[in-house]
């Protein structure tokens, strides 16, 4: 099995997830304290590392 193809999926997936965090930080803000926004970017650099130690 080649890898290179999930290698590639992987970096996509973060990459939007990575997008996904950015828009929601902006556009998200009910509140003066950005700490669900914080919990979620933890939450997907989480995800993001597991991704890219699974490689």
Known sequence: ????????????????????????????????DNTSASVIASGISEIAMTGSSAL
Not at 4 to 31: G, N
């Open 1 to 32: 099995m080649n890898k290179k193809p999930v290698q590639i999926f992987v970096m996509i997936l973060i990459a939007i997830m990575f997008i996904a965090t950015i828009v929601i930080t902006i556009v998200w803000k009910p509140s003066p």
